[in-house]
């Protein structure tokens, strides 16, 4: 079993930057994916970033160039740094996490945080 607990969320202004954290409890040792996921107000859960144990890095086409997954294994936390916000960013973010698959199919995660929210206002 694994627990993740995201942080960092918030509302800031278009332009602005957001640094997310996903801290994992539990059963890490093992997990070979790890990845960001979003969902905005009446749409579907979508991918934003993940990475795999070998630290290959894989983005949406939306937010490449402006955002950054990486992870500290020592602290068992997985970060995304967001830049250059807009307002089409606005959302929830979930992290999670899979012993065995590298996705953008959110069926493939296992574990799954409650979520933090970001609002990006114009």
């Known amino acids: 079993q694994v627990q993740l607990v995201e942080s960092g969320g918030g509302s800031v202004q278009a332009g602005g930057s957001l640094r997310l954290s996903c801290a994992s409890f539990g059963d890490t040792y093992s997990i070979y994916c790890m990845a960001w996921f979003r969902r905005a107000p009446g749409k579907v859960r979508e991918g934003v970033a993940r990475?795999?144990?070998?630290?290959?890095?894989t983005y949406a086409d939306s937010v490449k160039g402006r955002f950054t997954i990486s992870q500290d294994n020592a602290k068992n936390t997985l970060y995304l740094q967001m830049n250059s916000l807009k307002p089409e960013d606005t959302a929830m973010y979930y992290c999670?996490?899979?012993?065995?698959?590298?996705?953008?199919?959110?069926?493939?995660?296992?574990?799954w945080g409650q979520g933090t929210q970001v609002t990006v206002s114009s």
């Open positions: 990475i795999s144990s070998d630290g290959s890095t």
């Open positions: 999670a996490a899979d012993y065995s698959l590298c996705t953008w199919r959110v069926s493939t995660y296992a574990y």
